[in-house]
Each structure stands twice: as C-alpha cells, then as structure tokens.
C-alpha cells in the first residue's frame, strides 16, 4: 500500500520490477487491498495501473 501511494500510476510489472518481486507474490495482497477499498483501479487486464485512494 505505501508503495502504490507513493508511486501512483504502475503496473503490476513495474511494482515487481522495483520490488524485486512476481506477479504471484502480489497478486492476492492487491486483491485484498482493492475488495476494502485502499486502492482504486484503471484499465483492464495487464494495462491495469493501481492508485492508492
């Protein structure tokens, strides 16, 4: 969440990309933080980018 706040506008290739992680390893905790709300979505499929609220 802190990362997606303070780098608003990433894909999930570019978040693993400076995290240093996968798709796999990310892809439940996104799920969770955008089913209560912490962030918001654009696009569709991988041109997906994540915006904290």
Known sequence: MAFISSNPG????????????????LAQPIQKLIAVGAIKTKGKKRATVYFAK
């Open 10 to 25: 990433l894909r999930i290739e570019q978040i693993n990309a400076q995290l240093g992680t996968t798709t796999r390893d």
